[in-house]
Structure formats: structure tokens, C-alpha cells
């Protein structure tokens, strides 16, 4: 008869001393093998009781309440005087905790819980995003109010005291829009021309050729070329800011999709980086011309000047900003505005109030 091997966990029970059986069977990769239980050898008698040799291993015991016995491992072989089934007790070692009962009785045992050391420095602040804010972060935070809505005068204001690093930090306008940018008629892209400029130098490169070459570099384009220029982007040149290209190049210009469009600076139409008249775009570009774009989840982020402008200044470049109103999306349904906030480059952001803002005129205006 073939060898089967069984293995069979006992559990004792402290409350009705209960032994319950839970069979499964192991074999050799040799042998087939068949699933039998011990009551099921038993009740057919294919093993007699009295032949059940137990070769036990000593046992923890850690209490006279409770006690686990690790799997009895029982080889089935049948001899010629009879079956017989030799079970070696293997413990493990492992240790059983005695139970405590709830209601509380003599020998109840109370366990004290060490307190833990109280917590200091960062660690102890409340919120976990500023566990990881710098000292210079944590104290200018404090001079505004997290949920407060302020007036756009007012916001400024704070937006120039937050701006401490060490160098001009950028003036950002951050708007929360009702729409959803996966569905064409909610996209939102377009350019605004800042009255006050950037604050930053840019480099413009265009791509044209035939007579628009000399008119590009006539007009101030810091960098002009054609399929030279092309191969010089395959081949990892980056150095501008910004892409004019003309009509006729765009056929040419797709092959650079991969390399230009994760950088932002692919030539686009609604960008105004893809047309005839450039010595036009190139002087919007230089004057503060800045393209914006809703983001995957609804949101425009503009940089609208640097932290070491005037407040009025920076209070007439936000106002042009607002032009994220005037090119509202056709599917755009309900409230437009959710929420709008400005900061600085490493500030922290400051809420506006957004009736407040749309209806905002300048005083000699």
C-alpha cells in the first residue's frame, strides 16, 4: 500500500477541553496519495487504538490554565501484522500568554503601559505637513490666517512680507476653476500680456525660413534657425524660453512633440507661438506675455511678477491675469470660481475672497 503522511493539529481549549482535529494530508512527490482522516481510519478499523504509538517531545507548558500542542505529524504504513500509525509530537516553540478574564477575578494580574516620552521641536506640532516645513516657513505662516479670505490689497501686502528667501522670489495666482479638462469644451488655455512685465529676461528661438530669417533676427529673436535648428533640439539643445514657429515649419516641427510638449514648449496657435507676424510675438514675449493652462484637476497657475514689485504694480499685473474670466470655457456649468490664492515662490498661500477680487478697479481707474 502506498505511504500517505498526515498531518493533524490538535488545539486544547481551557473552557470545555475539546479537541478538534483539522486533517490535511503531505506527501512525497513520488507517491500518489488520498485524503483520510483519523476518525475515518478508526470507524472503518484500518488501525487498531491500542497500535497508536505516541513518541512525545517535551511540551511548553506556561500555565495551568492553558497549553498548545504544535502539529502531530502521523505516518500511515501498513505491515504485514496490521497498520500501524506512529505519531511524534513536534513543539514549537512558541509562548501562550494566560487568559485573563474580564469580569476580574483572584489572580487578575494589571499591566502598566510605559508612557511614551512627550514629543518636542517639530514633532510635536499638530499638523503633519509642517513636521517637514523649515524654521523660516513656520514663522512666516503665522502671519496670516489659514481659512481667512482676504481683499486683494490686503493679500498682496502679505504676499511681499512672506517673501523672505534670499532671492526675488516669483508672484504666483493660483485659480481653482468648475471644470473638468478631460472633456474638449472645458479645456482652458490661453495668453495674457502683464501691463508690468515678468521681471525675468527671456530668451525667444524661432523657427522659419526664406525671407522671415533675417526679419526674426531684425526684430530681437535671440536664437533663429531652421532643420539645423531642429537637430540641434533632437540632440538636447534647450537653451529658451520660448518657441515662435511659422506655419510653414510645422510639418517639421511635429517630430519634436516628444522632446518640446512635456517642457510646455511646443508651438501652439492658441499660445500665440505659431504664426506669421513675429516680430509682434517676439516684442509680447519680451514686453511679460505669459501663456496659462488648466491643469488635470481644474486648476490655472500664473506667475504674475516678482515679490520685489511695487503693490500697485503687482496689483496690475494680477487684474490682467483675470483675463482666466473673459476666456471661460463653453462647458464650464455652474459656479466657475471655487477658490483663488496667491504666494510666493517658497510662501505660504493666502486665500482670496473671490467676489471681492472679480469686482476689484483700481482707484485712479
Given at each position: 500500500m502506498d505511504r500517505h503522511i498526515y498531518e493533524f493539529l490538535i488545539?486544547?481549549?481551557?473552557n470545555n477541553?475539546?479537541?478538534?482535529?483539522?486533517?490535511?494530508t503531505m506527501a512525497s512527490t513520488a507517491t500518489p496519495y488520498s485524503t483520510l482522516t483519523l476518525y475515518s481510519l478508526l470507524s472503518q478499523e484500518l488501525i487498531n487504538p491500542n497500535s497508536l504509538l505516541f513518541k512525545p517531545k517535551p511540551l511548553l507548558f506556561t500555565t495551568h490554565k492553558s497549553f498548545s500542542i504544535h502539529p502531530l505529524i502521523l505516518q500511515y504504513r501498513e505491515r504485514k501484522n496490521g497498520p500501524v500509525v506512529v505519531a511524534a509530537a513536534m513543539a514549537a516553540e512558541a509562548e501562550v500568554e494566560e487568559s485573563v478574564d474580564e469580569e476580574g477575578g483572584e489572580g487578575a494580574v494589571a499591566v502598566a503601559i510605559p508612557q511614551s516620552k512627550p514629543k518636542k521641536g517639530k514633532a510635536a506640532l499638530p499638523l503633519k505637513r509642517d513636521r517637514t516645513r523649515s524654521k523660516r516657513f513656520l514663522e512666516i505662516q503665522k502671519l496670516r490666517e489659514i481659512k481667512k479670505e482676504y481683499d486683494l490689497k490686503t493679500a498682496i501686502e502679505l504676499l511681499k512680507q512672506t517673501a523672505s528667501s534670499k532671492f526675488v522670489e516669483t508672484a504666483e495666482a493660483h485659480f481653482r476653476l468648475n471644470i473638468d479638462p478631460k472633456y474638449n469644451d472645458q479645456q482652458l488655455r490661453a495668453t495674457v500680456n502683464l501691463p508690468k512685465g515678468t521681471g525675468q529676461t527671456v530668451k525667444v528661438a524661432v523657427l522659419t525660413q526664406g525671407e522671415k530669417f533675417d526679419e526674426a533676427k531684425n526684430a530681437g529673436a535671440d536664437i533663429v534657425g531652421g532643420e539645423d535648428l531642429i537637430e540641434q533640439i533632437k540632440g538636447g539643445f534647450m537653451e529658451f524660453d520660448k518657441l515662435i514657429a511659422t506655419p510653414d515649419m510645422m510639418p517639421k516641427v511635429a517630430s519634436l512633440g516628444r522632446i518640446l510638449g512635456p517642457r510646455g514648449l511646443m508651438p501652439n496657435p492658441k499660445a500665440g507661438t505659431v504664426t506669421t507676424n513675429i516680430p509682434q510675438a517676439i516684442e509680447e514675449f519680451k514686453k511679460g506675455k505669459v501663456e496659462y493652462r488648466a491643469d488635470k484637476t481644474g486648476i490655472v497657475?500664473?506667475?504674475f511678477g516678482k515679490a520685489n514689485f511695487s503693490e500697485e504694480d503687482l496689483i496690475i499685473n494680477f487684474i490682467a491675469a483675470k483675463s482666466v474670466e473673459a476666456n471661460k470655457p463653453s462647458g464650464a456649468k455652474g459656479v466657475y470660481w471655487k477658490s483663488a490664492h496667491v504666494c510666493?515662490?517658497?510662501?505660504?498661500?493666502i486665500r482670496l475672497n473671490v467676489r471681492e477680487m472679480l469686482e476689484y478697479k483700481l482707484p485712479n481707474a
Open positions: 488545539i486544547h481549549h481551557n477541553r475539546s479537541h478538534s482535529f483539522n486533517s490535511t497657475h500664473l506667475p510666493s515662490s517658497m510662501g505660504p498661500s
